[in-house]
């Protein structure tokens, strides 16, 4: 079991009790700490998160949507039936071309239309053909 001896001569200074006018006083001279919601950094740069970045993307593109549903072009169908074409059905042959089955149907320097009437009826995007196509192609 250990001691611990006093040395004569060190004394613990007393303290004295301040008046409560003097502690007013020194509380209100003294600033209070601030708390942190109060204080907000001024030179802090945005940070999103990725669930932050991933609304606004959202967001953007339902917008997006919106804007060119509302504002986008509208279908050029109409309700009204079209006159009707008439047509034969030709079935492409090897060596059969899209121009040579134009230039045996269409009249005299009109084949360049011709082709492009058969493509508007086919829904061709092109000029190419294949054996054992059938094709409606207008008479005359």
């Known amino acids: 079991m250990s001691t611990i001896a006093a040395t004569p001569g060190l004394v613990a200074p007393r303290r004295r009790p301040v008046p409560a006018s003097r502690r007013a006083a020194v509380s209100a001279a003294r600033p209070t700490p601030a708390r942190v919601a109060d204080?907000?950094?001024?030179?802090?740069?945005?940070?999103?998160?990725?669930?932050?970045?991933?609304?606004?993307?959202?967001l953007f593109l339902v917008s997006l949507t919106v804007v060119l549903t509302v504002f986008g072009a509208t279908s050029a169908a109409t309700g009204e039936a079209g006159r009707p074409v008439p047509t034969?059905?030709?079935?492409?042959?090897?060596?059969?071309?899209?121009?040579?089955?134009?230039?045996?149907?269409?009249?005299?320097?009109?084949?360049?239309?011709?082709?492009?009437?058969?493509?508007?009826?086919?829904?061709?995007?092109?000029?190419?053909?294949?054996?054992?196509?059938?094709?409606?192609?207008?008479?005359g």
């Open 88 to 139: 034969r059905t030709v079935v492409v042959d090897a060596g059969d071309t899209l121009w040579g089955i134009a230039a045996d149907v269409a009249a005299p320097g009109e084949v360049r239309e011709m082709v492009h009437r058969i493509q508007e009826l086919n829904a061709m995007s092109g000029s190419g053909v294949a054996i054992g196509q059938e094709l409606a192609v207008p008479l």
């Open 39 to 58: 204080v907000a950094p001024a030179s802090a740069p945005l940070r999103l998160t990725r669930r932050g970045r991933l609304a606004l993307t959202l």
